[in-house]
């Protein structure tokens, strides 16, 4: 009887002692990363001897685990996407303050105003060129930083997705060991071990892709990203690359066609060989490597483009001039005619359709011969409209037949009674023509300054020979990088005086073209593309050039404001998520001092015993 008190108390010693060294063990990782408390759990021996040490558990809620790297990427995700915002606000600067860019364009707009007030005044003609000037510069600067935080992203996708690379080989390594551990002689110890140094690797990747792990009978795990592409299985791990770009400019965009592609994509490579465009895909949706991916391809391409209508805008207001048809009937059905006499490349010819009850543009892309077959129809200011290209290469007198020949069957296209030698009227059958409007560049060229209208190329493109905008798509977009191309007419720093002399009768002191350049970019509404996110994404927005750039500098301070608010709540988000775990999970230094508490009593009740069986078998030997 006392051999057997003596074994239980001894039993019951190793066990407390065991026990003592798991609350050591948690209070010393506290603070570890990644660390989940332990608990011994005994198990009764058969017969008298007591209790055995039984296995160490993880005190693991995994439902708090699955939030808590749901938020982290959520977290991640919000927190690039804030920062990305913050900087694209920064570059257009203190909204009314001189050197932002609505300050700026309202300079410009002010020295205009003088020099239609006094056209005689060669300071005042100075004055308009050199905020035309600063106004170009401003523009490209912002532009230039886009693509920088463009640039920036691409090598950052670089560095995530490299990390996240290593992550899944590590986890894919640690499946391994931990399936072996219990063969290992490290015993549930070194499981627990590993298992939390799994885990924590997991909760790194969720940082950069959103993730989630299927729990698999030997003890690995299986991860995947939340669309279903299997990364981790057991000891076998995808390997991801980037393909990256060193610099990124306007063209430089994403595509599904490689060849067309202008910037990085992820590729996975499993074990097998096979390889996944995980971009192409959208196999990743949230996570820095997501939010970087979304700002490179959409957010920045989109402030790009604001950026390059505003351009476009600047250009062609000051130096086209805007055409309506009137309606006519014939034969043919009904419809307009309109006068296209001076349409150069790129002007465009947009006829407002109606059938079934259903309105549709379609957009007539005049050009050289030289344009593409087929022309991108978000490069238009209405994405929605179909592009039908025409050559005008033949002149005037072939309009009306290239245009017949671009339309086709349901219309009867024919030079106009009336008009010019560019005139056409265009009929439709079957359906309606409710409008014909064009807008057509006057100058033919940067040197064209007294052409007896009141247009003037104040603006030109420096990226090709500082020729007229146009809006041609010959060799390209001219429309995608004009806002890093935008520069003043160098022909009118060199004769001053072509901003009041718009033909050979005109004197110093005629206001008419400097009251209409100021018209054109305060007063005057124009069509600005569906692409550049300003009042829609659906339909063309209408406004002037000041307003326009006064609504970019609003449109992205909201989306500043709202990139921040959502991402103070992800945060919010994150720290709930965190808490849980940590109360569920995490070690409570309170708790566990408790516990030792209670320990200590149980080791010294078991001493007791222990001595007390000592001492009877003490006696018994002595007798």
Not at 195 to 222: F, K
Not at 507 to 523: H, I, N, Q
Not at 532 to 551: H, K, R
């Amino acid at each position: 009887m006392a051999l057997n008190a003596l074994n239980t108390a001894t039993a019951g010693l190793q066990v407390t002692q065991a026990a003592i060294g798991i609350v050591s063990q948690n209070v010393a990782n506290q603070s570890t990363p990644g660390y989940v408390k332990r608990t011994l759990t005994p198990v009764s021996q058969s017969g008298n001897a007591g209790v055995g040490t039984g296995t160490v558990t993880r005190v693991l809620d995994a439902a708090a685990q699955k939030q808590l790297r749901l938020e982290t990427s959520g977290a991640a995700y919000t927190d690039l996407v804030a920062s990305i915002h913050s900087q694209i606000d920064a570059l257009y600067g203190t909204p009314g303050s001189e050197a932002a860019l609505d300050g700026v364009v309202n300079a410009f707009a002010q020295s205009l105003q003088s020099l239609a007030s006094d056209p005689s005044s060669a300071p005042n003609r100075s004055t308009v060129l050199s905020d035309a000037g600063r106004l170009a510069n401003r523009i490209s600067d912002v532009a230039n930083g886009v693509q920088e935080l463009r640039t920036g992203l691409e090598s950052r996708l670089g560095a995530d997705v490299a990390s996240a690379s290593k992550l899944l080989s590590e986890i894919a390594a640690l499946n391994v060991k931990i399936v072996g551990s219990t063969g290992s002689g490290g015993g549930d110890s070194l499981a627990a071990e590993l298992l939390d140094q799994r885990d924590q690797r997991i909760t790194e990747l969720a940082q950069s892709m959103d993730v989630q792990t299927n729990a698999v009978g030997d003890g690995s795990v299986t991860v995947l990203t939340s669309s279903g592409v299997t990364l981790v299985d057991h000891g076998s791990a995808a390997t991801l690359a980037f393909d990256g770009r060193s610099q990124l400019g306007p063209s430089a965009v994403y595509s599904t066609d490689a060849s067309m592609r202008g910037v990085g994509t992820i590729t996975a490579t499993t074990p097998s060989g096979a390889r996944i465009d995980l971009v192409a895909d959208k196999a990743i949706r949230s996570g820095s490597i997501a939010a970087a991916l979304t700002l490179r391809d959409d957010t920045l391409v989109q402030a790009q483009r604001q950026l390059d209508d505003l351009a476009a805008g600047l250009s062609r207001a000051m130096s086209d001039r805007n055409v309506s048809g009137t309606a006519a009937t014939g034969e043919g059905g009904s419809g307009f005619d309109i006068d296209l006499t001076g349409l150069q490349a790129g002007n465009t010819v947009t006829l407002a359709l109606r059938t079934s009850g259903v309105a549709r543009n379609v957009i007539l892309m005049p050009t050289m011969g030289n344009a593409p077959a087929a022309i991108d129809p978000n490069l238009m200011d209405d994405p929605t409209a179909l592009v039908v290209p025409f050559d005008i290469a033949g002149g005037p007198s072939t309009f009306a037949g290239a245009i017949a020949s671009a339309l086709g069957t349901g219309f009867a296209v024919s030079a106009a009674p009336s008009g010019g030698a560019g005139a056409v009227r265009i009929l439709a059958s079957g359906l309606t023509l409710t409008g014909a409007t064009a807008s057509i560049t006057v100058p033919t060229s940067a040197t064209d300054t007294r052409n007896g209208a009141e247009q003037l190329p104040l603006f030109v493109d420096s990226g090709s020979g500082n020729s007229v905008y146009t809006g041609s798509f010959e060799g390209g977009s001219h429309l995608t990088g004009l806002a890093q191309r935008l520069t003043v007419n160098p022909a009118l720093m060199a004769d001053t005086s072509s901003l009041i002399g718009y033909a050979g009768t005109t004197g110093a002191g005629d206001a008419k073209r400097p009251s209409f350049l100021y018209d054109a970019l305060t007063g005057r509404s124009r069509t600005f593309s569906a692409a550049s996110g300003i009042g829609g994404i659906s339909a063309p927005y209408s406004t002037s050039v000041q307003d326009f750039a006064q609504s970019i500098i609003d449109a992205q301070g909201a989306a500043a404001a709202q990139a921040q608010q959502l991402d103070e709540g992800q945060k919010i988000a994150l720290s709930t998520a965190q808490s849980r775990f940590g109360t569920q999970s995490g070690v409570n230094i309170d708790e566990e001092l408790s516990r030792l508490i209670q320990l200590q009593s149980a080791y010294a009740a078991n001493a007791r015993v222990l001595t007390a069986a000592k001492d009877m078998i003490d006696t018994l030997m002595r007798i």
